[in-house]
């Protein structure tokens, strides 16, 4: 089965945070997930690099927006590498390949009729001496009453606006009043291809219910043309005819990138520029995009929109898996105030695999969720070095202490044995049906039932003492043990894949565990016979102090990242958090 898995592109104004990162970190365990039961899989995302805040940033900093994108693309690449994301590919905004396929793309949408050029007023700001983008205009939202309401959308419904739609709108720069000044832009109408989107909406099963309703509410209120031009410097040329200085909206261009990063991916490994179209206009292949819940009405009405009117067929959205927001200690992560913690701060705190575990264990999917350094340690100390380290570790140490490190052969089994064997394998079964459904924090329970199934059994069985009574049990007992430890190994994989080849190869294996065909081997039971390598603790606990010193951890993890940044990305002063 073909997959296309995505991730929202995380924009290159700073360093991701958490949050951002959860949405990365989320697609890339689908993605080993599927390609461990053998599927092709191409997970792609990028560098959403245009727009104003960019443009704005760069002439603060007085460098031009590109010098500042290069920096901030490079350092996020070598960023993700220490955080074990295997990307098809990690792309930009920038790149050739992405540039022409959106002015292409969009020209072919023009021709057919759906884009055409139209006057409009927009905002302008006196005092800033531009044009102001929707994100930069705020006021109150006429759908809710919230007063921080943005132009481009409400953060708090969540419906899609334009700066005209705002109550007493307000430049969020400087919070002036702006202006309007007639301009011609070209337009999307997205009123003709509402028919063929709604009944996609309805007919699709696999839309999680937030995405679905929340969807079909929105096109039923009536689909308005949208802007696809802007009149700013920063981002890709228009292709459209007199449209000199205006660039392309920089949702447009970002939600295109899926398709280009798939072409410059099969481009790179030397396909032929059209295998992209394998893929995109192959019925059976099937995509799906991890997301915010903001990212809601770009990823289910203007991607598949635009697809749409291509009239190209092109698949359209399989999964939108959207999750609400990760909170900080009960804030908003903010860059200006220090609220929240980045990247390259995190993985000088703890290892990049402990995060990979805490954030998929704290995935806001049913609800916000929130970040707290005490639900922090718990996690590190109690479920990775507790239930799954200790466990390993007990198991590997009686086996070299009693058996040359060898897997016994299981010569005598009694019913707790075979019941406790079979309650591990159930436990797989949960486990594949979580991730089936994209339940990944669910998924990570059934790893942690079979650790504790493991350790309950391990003091109940006791094989120390049953190797003085009864060695032919206590070998049975071993086997069943390193039997759970290959499946707990296995499973953690998607999740902590360096950590489960570390755990695979102590086992004995000499392949590497990202080798393995699931199909041939997660319900085989483990070889006996086969000797362990080296062993040695899998995880280590935090300090007993971490909590008490966890201001000051943050200071010198923060220290330490800025120390190592480009010079543009370099914070002045370093704040408390």
């Known amino acids: ?53 960019i443009e704005l940033e760069a002439r ?15 350092y996020m690449v070598n960023l993700f590498k220490e955080f074990n994301f295997d990307f098809s590919l990690f792309s930009r905004t920038e790149s050739e390949v992405h540039k022409e396929f959106v002015k292409e793309f969009l020209m072919k949408i023009y021709e057919k009729g759906y884009i055409f050029p139209m006057e409009e007023e927009l905002p302008y700001c006196l005092n800033d001496k531009m044009f102001l983008p929707d994100r930069y205009v705020v006021g109150t939202c006429p759908y809710c009453g919230f007063d921080q309401a943005h132009g481009d959308q409400c953060d708090k419904c969540g419906r899609l606006l334009s700066p005209r739609d705002l109550i007493n709108p307000r430049c969020s ?81 970002a939600l295109l990138g899926y398709l280009s990063a798939t072409k410059e991916y099969l481009m790179k490994i030397g396909k032929e520029n059209d295998a992209w179209k394998e ?11 991890f997301i915010g819940k903001d990212n809601i009405p770009f990823h289910a009405i203007v991607l598949p929109a635009m697809l749409i009117a291509s009239e190209e067929d092109y698949i359209l959205p399989w999964k939108i898996n959207s999750t609400e927001y990760l909170m900080y200690e009960g804030q908003k992560f903010s860059k200006s105030r220090k609220i929240g913690i980045w990247l390259d701060e ?3 705190i703890a290892p990049a695999e402990y995060w990979r575990w805490v954030l998929i264990r704290t995935r806001p999917e049913g609800g916000d969720s929130n970040f707290t350094w005490k639900e922090f340690v ?16 007990r198991v ?24 406790t064997n079979k309650i591990a394998y159930s436990y797989i079964n949960e486990y594949k049906q979580s991730l089936d459904e994209v339940r990944l924090k669910k998924a990570t329970d059934s790893i942690l039932s079979i650790a504790r199934l493991g350790n309950k059994y391990l003091n109940d069985r006791a094989p120390w003492e049953l190797y003085r009574k009864d060695i032919k049990l206590a070998k049975g007992v071993m086997n069943v043990s390193a039997n759970i430890i290959k499946n707990i190994s296995l499973l953690l994989y998607p999740f ?3 950590t489960s080849n570390i755990i695979w190869k102590q086992l004995g294996y000499s392949t590497n565990i990202y080798e393995v065909k699931w199909n041939e081997i997660l319900y085989n039971d483990v070889e006996f016979g086969m000797k362990l390598n080296e062993i040695e603790p899998i995880f280590k606990k935090l300090p007993d102090d971490f909590l008490d010193n966890i201001d000051n951890i943050i200071k010198k993890a923060r220290e330490e990242a800025n120390s190592k940044r480009p010079h543009l990305l370099k914070e002045i002063n370093i704040a408390k958090s």
């Open 1 to 53: 089965m073909k997959y296309i898995v995505a991730s929202a592109w995380p924009y290159s104004d700073f360093i991701p945070h958490l949050g951002t990162v959860l949405h990365l970190l989320s697609a890339d365990v689908y993605a080993r997930y599927l390609k461990a039961l053998g599927n092709d899989v191409i997970f792609v995302t990028g560098s959403d690099e245009h727009g104003t805040p």
């Open 346 to 348: 995190a993985i000088n």
């Open 496 to 498: 902590m894949p360096s």
């Open 378 to 393: 718990k996690i590190v100390n109690n479920e990775l070095n507790d239930d799954i380290g200790n466990f390993i570790y």
């Open 396 to 419: 590997f140490s009686l086996l070299k202490s009693r058996f040359n490190g060898v897997i016994p052969e299981p010569e005598k089994l009694e019913g707790i044995d075979i019941e």
């Open 279 to 289: 893929y995109w206009q192959d019925k059976e292949t099937k995509s799906i995009y």
């Open 173 to 253: 720069l400087c919070g002036s009043t702006p202006v309007w000044i007639r301009t011609k832009n070209y337009f999307i109408d997205l009123s003709k291809v509402q028919e063929k989107l709604l009944n996609w909406l309805i007919n699709n099963s696999e839309l999680d219910d937030n995405v679905k309703n929340y969807s079909i509410s929105w096109v039923k209120h009536g689909l308005k043309p949208r802007s696809i031009t802007r009149d700013i410097s920063w981002g890709i040329e228009s292709p459209f005819p007199d449209t000199q200085n205006k660039t392309i909206y920089v949702w447009f261009d």
């Open 60 to 74: 603060k900093r007085k460098v031009k927006p590109k010098e500042l994108t290069d920096q901030v693309h490079e």
